[in-house]
């Protein structure tokens, strides 16, 4: 189970960092990603990260703004969010899966993500 927290109002240029908290110790195991989507708009990839921690990948939107990690012993992933833009208003939804996963294509893939947690709101004011 996920559950996603650290959403809410917040200027342009301003910063949130919103978690991702799993339960079950196998957490480490799973990699994760967080997704968005806003209204009338399909969901879409923003950053995942392997289950070591080694590896992290992001969408170019988000790229020099954004920074996943993890913490396995608290199982819990965050997302820290700086510069933030009116276009990253949306909902974000944190997801993790265990299958084998080596490149970007993969970890951006929402349909590669078998748990999801409930979505957070952003919103970034101009």
């Known amino acids: 189970q996920l559950q996603a927290s650290g959403g809410g109002l917040v200027q342009a240029g301003g910063s949130l960092r919103l978690s991702c908290a799993a339960s079950?110790?196998?957490?480490?195991?799973?990699?994760t990603g967080w997704f968005r989507q806003a209204p009338g708009e399909e969901r879409e990839f923003v950053a995942a990260?392997?289950?070591?921690?080694?590896?992290?990948y992001y969408a170019d939107s988000v790229k020099g703004r954004f920074t996943i990690s993890r913490d396995n012993a608290k199982t819990t992933v965050y997302l820290q969010m700086n510069s933030l833009k009116p276009e990253d208003t949306a909902v974000y939804y944190c997801?993790?899966?265990?299958?084998?996963?080596?490149?970007?294509?993969?970890?951006?893939?929402?349909?590669?993500?078998?748990?999801w947690g409930q979505g957070t709101q952003v919103t970034v004011s101009s």
């Open positions: 997801a993790a899966d265990r299958r084998y996963c080596a490149d970007y294509g993969c970890y951006s893939n929402p349909h590669l993500y078998d748990y």
């Open positions: 079950g110790r196998t957490f480490s195991t799973y990699y």
């Open positions: 990260i392997s289950w070591s921690g080694d590896s992290t």
